[in-house]
């Protein structure tokens, strides 16, 4: 909270690189560029919504007197932006390994245990993540490193391997 428009700052920051994706879309020739321009229109939207949302608990926490309110509005301020600290925004595909257990889930979904056995032992076998290659991007390499330099938000563009 030392600068006191940083929010308001990053909030036009987001907006302006949202109007790039938007025009850069215009000129995707394939389904999957759409798909990857819409998947980072909606991320950039909710980072927007966010910084937004932390300048008016900004205000909240310099404006309260009452020091309950004052203790809430603190706890609030101090929450929201530990989640605007990690924000990613995953684009394609997001694996999640739990190495404790040996299991792993895709973008969320249910669990599947990575351990297989036969005559020959145990065996753990994870499937691993590819980037896209930039011609499948459809231009959009230097816009998420743009984002990523500007905001510090992790922006990822993945496939699962199976192999």
Same mark, same amino acid.
């Given at each position: ?19 790039? +994706?938007? #025009? ?8 999957? %560029? $759409?798909? @990857?321009?819409?998947? &980072?229109?909606?991320? *950039? ?15 909240? +926490?310099? #404006? ?8 809430? %509005? $603190?706890? @609030?301020?101090?929450? &929201?932006?530990?989640? *605007? ?79």
């Amino acid at each position: 909270m030392s600068d006191t428009f940083y929010y308001t700052k990053l909030y036009a920051c987001l907006s302006g690189w949202r109007l790039m +994706v938007l #025009a850069n879309r215009l000129a995707c020739q394939t389904d999957l %560029a $759409r798909e @990857l321009h819409d998947s &980072l229109l909606q991320g *950039l939207s909710g980072a927007m919504s966010n910084a937004r949302h932390m300048g008016e608990l900004e205000r909240n +926490v310099r #404006a309260e007197t009452d020091p309950e309110e004052l203790a809430i %509005a $603190r706890f @609030l301020y101090g929450g &929201l932006a530990d989640i *605007l600290d990690r924000t990613r925004i995953v684009l394609l595909d997001d694996l999640e390994i739990d190495f404790e257990t040996h299991e792993y889930r895709v973008n969320g979904g249910e669990w599947f245990c990575a351990l297989s056995a036969d005559c020959d032992g145990v065996s753990v076998d994870y499937p691993t993540t590819v980037g896209l290659p930039d011609e499948e991007l459809g231009g959009l390499r230097p816009i998420i490193r743009g984002i990523s330099a500007e905001t510090g938000i992790e922006i990822t563009v993945e496939r699962i391997d199976y192999r």
